[in-house]
Nanobody, 122 residues
Framework: QIVESGGGAVQAGGSLRLSCTCSLRTFSTSAMGWFRQAPGKEREFVASAIYNGGNPYYADSVQGRFTISKDNTQNTGFLQMNNLKPEDTGVYYC?????????????????WGQGTQVTVSS
């Protein structure tokens, strides 16, 4: 029901735009989040937005470099990632909540994609 795309390999300083296509009919009334998991580490919060794409909230590590957005007309969410760093490497997951708003906790999200790999080289 959720498919991420847009991952790839880039050099440090580069950009990627991740997409999250969702087939849920409730997407337009649901909050969305992005999480990531680096090799050997636990999955961590990256960014979230409320049902209309507003009130974006970011992890400190990506603040000012990443931008989360939603296009409810296309049932698609995005994560624009600029000035990428090697520590941004990992599998990025899109998650959709069952509520208008959601934050940085995984338990707030009911639906998850399979993830897309992002690799940033120095």
């Amino acid at each position: 029901q959720i498919v991420e795309s847009g991952g790839g390999a880039v050099q440090a300083g580069g950009s990627l735009r991740l997409s999250c296509t969702c087939s849920l009919r409730t997407f337009s009334t649901s909050a969305m989040g992005w999480f990531r998991q680096a090799p050997g580490k636990e999955r961590e919060f990256v960014a979230s937005a409320i049902y209309n794409g507003g009130n974006p909230y970011y992890a400190d590590s990506v603040q000012g470099r990443f931008t989360i957005s939603k296009d409810n007309t296309q049932n698609t969410g995005f994560l624009q990632m600029n000035n990428l760093k090697p520590e941004d490497t990992g599998v990025y997951y899109c998650a959709v909540a069952q509520s208008y708003g959601a934050g940085p906790t995984e338990d707030e999200y009911a639906y998850w994609g399979q993830g897309t790999q992002v690799t940033v080289s120095s």
